[in-house]
């Protein structure tokens, strides 16, 4: 099976420019979850979805960044304007409801510069 | 929210030798799962153990093993036979009933040959 797909591997851009990471999550999966790493915060719990719906936004840092899931097999991160402080890997994750209790499946990661 | 402590930043073990990283959660909530993920410098996010809090026995997967503590909210790993390999950042990670996930700040193990 086809892991957790995200694109791109690697953005760099400029300060002020709109940027989208996407996702497709595993096949059959129910929750699809972002993340956001640095080195000063660690992994931080963007947002996540329950069969495409947002329940838990909470983590977003503020209103330049914004999620959207238009069906179980995508979904975006999208942030306007960035700056140099929203460089980081952003990771998606994916997990089913049954079988496995509560793995989270993580893709390569998408590695954002801000400059 | 749930918050997930790892109090040691980095770590390092002799190949072959044995290492426990610690890890502190703290939560209400009496239904939940714990991890430990890893990340080699490739960066991918690598599922290492899980342990189910309903569950008295601790988890093992080959050199891997947890010492689960439910009364205390601990939940160490322990690295049996070191390898060179095992070299990476390691995550303790809380799933709440809710499902929403929460990690640690993870400690950097060195494996000296």
């Known amino acids: 099976d086809a892991g957790v797909i995200q694109s791109p591997r690697h953005e760099v851009t400029e300060m002020g420019q709109e940027v989208t990471l996407r996702c497709k999550p595993i096949s059959g999966h129910d929750y699809l979850f972002w993340y956001r790493q640095t080195m000063m915060r660690g992994l931080e719990l963007l947002i996540y979805?329950?069969?495409?719906?947002?329940?838990?936004d909470s983590g977003m840092p503020e209103d330049r960044f914004s999620a959207k899931m238009p069906n179980a097999s995508f979904s975006t991160l999208k942030i306007q304007p960035s700056e140099p402080r929203d460089s980081a890997v952003y990771f998606c994750?994916?997990?089913?409801?049954?079988?496995?209790?509560?793995?989270?499946?993580f893709g390569e990661g998408s590695r954002l510069t801000v400059l | 929210a749930q918050t997930v402590t790892q109090s040691q930043p980095e770590m390092s073990v002799q190949e072959a030798e044995t290492v426990t990283l610690s890890c502190t959660y703290d939560t209400s909530e009496s239904d939940y799962y714990l991890f430990w993920y890893k990340q080699p410098p490739s960066r991918q996010m690598i599922l290492v153990i899980r342990?189910?809090?309903?569950?008295?026995q601790n988890a093992t997967e080959n050199r891997f093993s947890v010492n689960f503590q439910k009364a205390a909210k601990s939940f160490s790993l322990k690295i049996s036979d070191s390898q060179l390999g095992d070299a990476a950042m390691y995550f303790c990670a809380y799933r709440s009933a809710n499902f929403d996930m929460r990690f640690g700040a993870g400690t950097r193990l060195t494996v000296k040959p």
């Open positions: 342990q189910e809090a309903y569950k008295q």
């Open positions: 979805f329950n069969n495409n719906v947002p329940i838990d």
């Open positions: 994750a994916s997990s089913p409801i049954r079988g496995q209790p509560g793995e989270l499946f």
